[in-house]
């Protein structure tokens, strides 16, 4: 199944907390990977259908750590 590009911006705008096939909010995740563009993938499973899908995030900011 093709999502349209209309449920992809819904799935990327509500933060991903809900399977974009079906709805469901039984997500699991692998590690992120770095790409060579400083891009970080990520392999997504829904544990409601069998749907798999790679989030794609991109380092927006930092917030710095107290010591």
Same mark, same amino acid.
């Given at each position: 199944? @093709?999502? #349209?590009? %209309? @449920? $992809? @911006?819904?799935?990327? !705008? #509500?933060?991903?907390? =809900? =399977? +974009?096939?079906?709805?469901? &909010? !039984?997500?699991? /995740? #692998? /590690? *992120?990977? +770095?790409?060579?563009? *400083?891009? $970080?993938?990520?392999?997504? #499973? =829904?544990? &409601? =259908? +069998? %749907?798999?899908? $790679? !989030?794609?995030?991109?380092?927006?900011?930092?917030?710095?750590? /107290?010591?």
């Amino acid at each position: 199944m @093709k999502l #349209s590009k %209309a @449920k $992809i @911006k819904e799935y990327v !705008d #509500s933060g991903g907390v =809900c =399977c +974009p096939f079906c709805g469901g &909010n !039984d997500l699991s /995740s #692998s /590690s *992120g990977y +770095p790409t060579e563009d *400083g891009i $970080i993938t990520q392999l997504i #499973s =829904c544990g &409601n =259908c +069998p %749907a798999m899908w $790679i !989030d794609v995030f991109r380092l927006i900011t930092i917030k710095e750590v /107290s010591k």
